[in-house]
């Protein structure tokens, strides 16, 4: 599953904030936002991706570097979030 999500993820950031130049795109545990691929506007934007395309919703506490800062902890965090809820 965690494969897909990131496949997902990483689609979704190379669609939406690199417009398709894979040239520019960070490996899975660099920062997105020291990076400058996202910032306030792009994580929202990401929360709206989270919670519409994959249907993990994200509270307001939870937007936070620790979940959404790299494509693996994007990952991770929809993985846990994927586990935790009732089938």
Do not use: Y
């Amino acid at each position: 599953m965690g494969d897909n999500v990131l496949s997902q993820v990483r689609q979704f950031i190379l669609t939406n904030f690199l417009f398709g130049d894979a040239s520019k795109m960070p490996g899975d545990s660099d920062s997105l936002l020291a990076s400058g691929i996202l910032d306030s506007t792009g994580v929202l934007e990401l929360v709206e991706f989270l919670e519409g395309d994959l249907g993990v919703p994200v509270a307001d506490h939870e937007t936070i570097p620790a979940n959404l800062d790299s494509m693996e902890s994007v990952t991770a965090f929809v993985t846990r979030k994927q586990a935790d809820s009732p089938m």
